[in-house]
């Protein structure tokens, strides 16, 4: 598909630096673990999970792990030595590593969990990349898709200091309606829908003066005070995430 925002070569060079650290992957992962809770039935002995684009594989590591899941990663990156090093780093030593284009491949398997975290908005027909998650869903099996919240106030921000980054994520799908008529399309249950998470204040380019002030005065004012808030209270304007956790009937 010619619809895709991002290359190959991209994300090999963003994910170039080896995330395989463990204290890494329990801090990065660790702060979604209600949602995990939520997404994984720990009572479900022997389950699959496979995450969609999952390189560098910490994600999926850190759940496996965690969880005692049989794990597979889906992911077109010509390099997989991230992902067996995240799996290693997590004591996972049964799984699987699929590289393959998700836009045209053809699973011959379901499982019970999907995972899909940063995907779908790198995509032009956003709607069409989830639809095809379904293909991947056993029946009973759940989904728990996360992307990136850059709509409200977080677009203005990221217009002033992070344009490059801004530019390679669609919009439109950033919308709690998406994930609700998605839901409705495939009769799926909706156990969870909303937004999640600080203020986004990363920065992927380098900085002008200017932007670097913008930058320190909007980390004094959430990294210290507002984001205590937005984790109380997820807003649509300045949370940094949209997470939904659904189920197949």
């Not at 994910?15 to 995990?36: E, L, P, Q, R």
């Not at 067996?84 to 969990?113: C, G, H, W």
């Not at 009769?187 to 999640?196: A, P, Q, S, T």
């Amino acid at each position: 598909m010619g619809d895709k925002l991002t290359t190959k070569t991209y994300w090999e060079s963003y994910y170039s630096h080896n995330h395989a650290d463990k204290k890494h992957i329990t801090t990065v992962c660790g702060y979604y673990n209600d949602f995990w809770k939520t997404f994984i039935d720990s009572k479900n002995k022997a389950s699959t999970i496979i995450e969609i684009g999952g390189f560098p594989g910490r994600y999926l590591a850190y759940l496996s792990s965690k969880f005692k899941l049989l794990p597979t990663c889906l992911d077109y990156n010509s390099d997989t030595s991230q992902i067996e090093a995240s799996f290693r780093i997590m004591n996972v030593e049964t799984y699987s590593v699929l590289q393959k284009d998700f836009t045209k491949y053809k699973t011959p398997q379901t499982y019970n969990y999907v995972l899909s975290n940063g995907f779908v908005e790198h995509f032009e027909d956003y709607n069409h990349i989830l639809d095809l998650h379904v293909d991947y869903l056993a029946p009973k099996g759940r989904m728990l898709i996360m992307i990136p919240n850059m709509r409200g106030y977080i677009r203005f921000y990221k217009y002033l200091v992070d344009y490059q980054n801004l530019k390679i994520h669609n919009l439109k799908c950033m919308k709690l309606k998406v994930f609700k008529d998605f839901a409705q399309r495939h009769d799926l249950k909706v156990i969870h829908l909303g937004y999640f998470g600080g203020f986004p204040l990363g920065v992927h380019q380098k900085s002008n003066l200017f932007q670097k002030l913008i930058y320190k005065g909007h980390r004094l004012v959430f990294k210290y005070v507002a984001n205590r808030l937005l984790l109380k209270k997820p807003s649509r304007f300045f949370s940094s995430s949209i997470i939904t956790i659904l189920e197949k009937q």
